[in-house]
């Protein structure tokens, strides 16, 4: 998941906002700063009966119960905000079934999860689905705590190393972040490691258009990439091809595949021996976007433009470029389909795909997530099984969850467990493969 989230931190309320969070990032000043009004991804049983506009309601407002309130009610400030909602709606989604218990696994530490993220505050601060924390926020400290926490987790499902995605902000402050993550991954060596660039290289990307790409242009782009690599990265990414927006603190980004500096990363990934990740949903025909995601973020395009030939120019265009394409399994276009992957990776030897399997059963605009890995009770459906079994050298698990400092598990975009109980489900030498074997191939982490 790309959330620009640690736009979360700046609020983008107002400049002079963004500049006293920066400095101060003081819990006080950000709820200072969130103000009302009815913006993108407010639920209607806000927008139905917020009498006083401020984009919340309080307790006379609400038109349920008060035990309800209560319960809704998760940080305790008297107030429904639409992540309350939202946080109440993905709980509920997340408890309907739970996910299959973890099988104990023995043996040392081996596998991987390709794409995981660590957040100062966690995902249920930022959305407002739990209390913010008094007194000012000390980033490097709370990633500490997250990467503490992370690597307790991997601990218990037998995971070596995760890599660590830099969030691939749009207006947030690229540099600051990928140096935070670097710096968080450099203390953990051995069992995090960095995945860089789709922060600064995409916002290279986004600002030229594919036609006007000039030699000044790729040589300043080449040197960033570069100089990634050389501070330590394990790869590039995660980079946007094509990223719907899903809530008030997504983005629309769209970077053609076979965009000039998408090939010039894949040379130089080859070059290098390390490879790409790609966040794109999948579009092989024009559709229409759901109704219900065109209301929820007004970024979104009214028309879903087709990439998957220019995705395979980006895979022909060097073979030897290995392109991992993330969060196979969490489809919002209903055309990721086993047919279509199976046809891709047929075609194109250099392609590698990373399993999620959120928590959630229902997408963005209410009706269960199509082309999901599982069924409603977790269980891995038998075309992408057939899918694993015929292609077992080219999966990969990237289960995409944001860890923050506090400990407990996420109730907003869970996706850790559900994705490596997976796992438990393929048969043994598979589950090596995809568990481990595959991505510290692919990743040269050996
Ligand atoms: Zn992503």
Not at 124 to 129: F, L, N
Not at 393 to 417: L, Q
């Amino acid at each position: 998941m790309p959330a620009d989230t640690f736009r979360e931190l700046k609020m983008q309320k107002s400049d002079f906002c963004r500049i006293l969070i920066t400095l101060a990032l003081a819990a006080a000043i950000l709820s200072a700063c969130q103000s009302g009004g009815h913006g993108p991804g407010v639920p209607p049983v806000i927008r139905q009966n917020d009498g006083d506009g401020d984009g919340r309601l309080n307790q006379s407002e609400f038109p349920g119960p008060p035990q309800a309130f209560q319960r809704l009610d998760t940080n305790g400030d008297g107030y429904l905000s639409a992540g309350e909602f939202h946080a109440a709606r993905d709980a509920r989604d997340a408890s309907r079934p739970p996910p299959p218990a973890a099988k104990a696994r023995g043996g040392p530490l081996r596998y991987t999860d390709v794409h995981m993220y660590l957040h100062p505050l966690g995902l249920d601060v930022t959305m407002g689905g739990a209390a913010r924390p008094h007194g000012p926020i000390d980033i490097y400290d709370n990633l500490s705590k997250a990467a503490d926490i992370l690597i307790a987790r991997m601990d218990r499902r037998r995971i070596k190393t995760a890599l660590i995605v830099v969030v691939p902000s749009f207006r947030g402050e690229p540099e600051r972040s990928y140096q935070q993550m670097h710096d968080i991954v450099a203390d953990h060596r051995g069992r995090l490691a960095l995945m860089a660039g789709g922060a600064i290289l995409g916002r290279m990307m986004r600002a030229t258009k594919p036609g006007a790409v000039t030699g000044a242009v790729k040589r300043e782009f080449q040197k960033a990439a570069r100089e990634l690599l050389a501070a330590g990265a394990a790869g590039f990414g995660e980079m946007m091809a094509y990223h719907l927006c899903m809530n008030p603190k997504h983005s629309f980004q769209q970077v053609v595949p076979d965009h000039p500096l998408y090939l010039s990363l894949a040379d130089i990934a080859a070059e290098n021996d390390v490879p790409i990740d790609i966040h794109m949903e999948a579009i092989e025909r024009a559709a229409p976007v759901s109704p219900r995601l065109a209301r929820v973020c007004k970024q979104n395009p009214d028309r879903l433009a087709p990439n998957i030939a220019a995705f395979e120019r980006l895979l022909r265009h060097n073979a030897k470029a290995r392109i991992v394409w993330q969060h196979i399994g969490w489809d919002n276009t209903g055309q990721m389909t086993p047919e279509l992957l199976g046809r891709l990776l047929a075609a194109h030897a250099n392609l590698y795909l990373a399993l999620r399997v959120p928590a959630r059963v229902a997408g963005i605009d209410g009706r269960p997530i199509p082309n999901r890995l599982v069924d409603a009770e977790y269980k891995l459906k038998a075309d992408w099984l057939r899918l694993f079994q015929a292609f077992p050298d080219r999966f990969v698990i990237g289960s995409d969850e944001f860890v923050g400092p506090s400990g407990e598990k996420p109730r907003i975009a869970a996706s850790f467990d559900t994705s490596w109980a997976l796992l438990d489900q393929l048969p043994e030498a598979l589950a090596e493969k995809i568990g481990g074997e595959n991505a510290r191939r692919i990743y040269r982490l050996d």
